[in-house]
């Protein structure tokens, strides 16, 4: 496939969504414009089943690189997932085996495929960061870890604030920079791509080409979504979107999102022109416009890529069913029970939770209704008939 140095989709490529480039935006682009084939790579550890939304932002931006014919490895992190990166953790990540890893990333090629192209002419290669990092021997660690100083790692934020709490620093965490940085060495790649968190890891990959290859290394940042105050969707949130949730899920996630997070998510998500999501921007800002109108259009945005354009509108018209007209579904879950069920163990039949504790916390939290009723009586038993509903958007009715 011949590399194209079309000026306003590398122009687009070096802007949009991006925070920084390393070395420098000039270098990048001059190497754009060569015509030469680049090779760069996404590193994802596999910390959990499901690729998310913020995942798409550098999946994104490793399908612009393919569209112009540079080579994108998609690497899986299956050797550093054990490891745990520190990155914005007040304490050490609970190290996960060989198998839990291997298990989270089973699906992750098959949901990164909804953004990049696997097959083609020039095709996304899969790699797994154990073919090298696992075979590495003593002296070869020593050596990769010659290039760094114990102060340039205690001057990463997460670990200034632990010593100033007096919480540990375990050394393992001090070698996952290093074995982050060493792939790109392994690969022999020119240039990296990875969000705004993950920069000090990047560049620790980018002073070790330097030292290991000789090779200037470029390094893209890319904005991560958040809203201007910083707060970021999250699994706390319970807003986060993974590439396998439903088109309904998508939906109603984004409609719960902060005004905040609404052009950052037009930018970062959407192929929606840049012009027009300056002039969004602007429209917000002046008040011209119901900012749940556009949060409503970015929603359909964004689950017409992952589910098409007819299921986006459908979605939408069921979330507006719902909350608009505070109507139940008119089609609603059936699920079959023997008998009455006391509402703890009906949560976990109707796979509303995961266990009785989660059941428990489901309704201290307030979130469970029994016909249309906040259910408080943990002990309550609920009979045939009845609607379930978890929050706002799941429901269930029982049968026998």
Known sequence: MAVSTDPQKIEELLTRGVEHVYPSPEFLESRLKEG???SLYLGIDPTGPDLHIGHSIQLRKLRQFQDLGHKVILLIGDFTGMI???TDKSAARKRLTREEVLKNAEHYKQQASKILDFGGKNPVELKYNSEWLSKLNFNEVIEVAAHFTVQQMLERDMFENRMKEGKPIHLHEFLYPLMQGY????MDVDGEVGGNDQTFNMLAGRDLMKAMRGKEKFVITDKLLADPTGKKMGK??????TLADSSDEMFGKVMSWTDGMIVGGFELLTDVPMDEVVAISKSLIRE???PRDL???LARKIVGFYHGDKEAQAASDRFDQLFQKKETPEEIQEVRVKGSMKILDLLVEVSFASSKTDARRLID????KVNDVVVEDQE???DSGALIQKGKRYFVRVTK
């Not at 706390?236 to 979107?241: A, K, L, Q, T």
């Open 84 to 86: 745990g990166d520190p």
């Open 236 to 241: 706390s949130e319970g807003n986060m979107i």
């Open 295 to 297: 949060k409503a259009r």
């Open 183 to 186: 792939d790109c060495v392994a």
């Open 380 to 382: 309550r038993v609920v």
């Open 365 to 368: 939290g307030g979130g469970v």
């Open 288 to 290: 011209e416009v119901n």
């Open 36 to 38: 030469k084939p680049l």
